[in-house]
């Protein structure tokens, strides 16, 4: 589901490719630089806006070094992995700034170690099924780019009404869907590799 939404997006900011960097790789530093900023940007509850902005500019370092690494031609399997290993980062630092943004309580901190958990089992359930010869790519509802629009959304509603219940209640939701959707690829992957 979400290639179609990435690929859309790809599409509609592919005009902005040759005023991008031609190195991708100092972009997908850049978006984790972003990334990071949003644990400290959280502690200013008092401005919550600032962490969907955050999100929101993360999201677009994610795009972009793609669109720079095939405008530029310099598509390559170092800078794959490279984006990769950070975007597991940057998912965790975002995932831990919603909890610092909802004050820390125990309920939060369970939410956000269990999301941070489901995302990476989510990521980890994909590289490894291809490492093996799988197709996983729109395999499971709740991929890395729902993942950004899903805390995107829930950071944006909370800096509206500034009520902790949106925060409590939207991390359980997440946590919940990233688990669920780690164990729908590790399903398919498993009955896929049977069958081989």
Do not use: C, W
């Amino acid at each position: 589901m979400i290639g179609r939404v990435k690929e859309a997006l790809e599409h509609a900011l592919v005009r902005i490719a040759p005023a991008l960097p031609r190195n991708p790789n100092l972009l997908t530093v850049m978006g984790l630089v972003v990334s990071l900023a949003a644990i400290p940007a959280a502690l200013i509850r008092q401005y919550p806006v600032l962490l969907p902005i955050i999100v929101l500019v993360s999201g677009f370092f994610d795009v972009a070094d793609g669109l720079s690494a095939r405008f530029n031609n310099r598509v390559s399997n170092s800078g794959a992995f490279l984006d990769s290993a950070l975007d597991r980062f940057e998912d965790s630092a975002i995932i831990i700034a919603v909890a610092v943004l909802g004050g820390l309580s125990d309920v939060l901190l369970i939410e956000a170690y269990v999301a941070v958990v489901g995302s990476l089992l989510t990521s980890y359930m994909r590289a490894r099924a291809e490492s093996l010869g799988l197709r996983m790519l729109g395999v499971g509802f709740f991929e890395r780019p729902e993942r950004l629009i899903y805390i995107f959304t829930l950071t944006l509603i909370y800096a509206l009404v500034r009520r902790i219940e949106i925060l409590t209640y939207g991390m359980g939701l997440f946590a919940l869907i990233t688990l669920v959707t780690a164990v729908q690829r590790t399903v398919v992957a498993y009955r896929l590799l049977k069958n081989h």
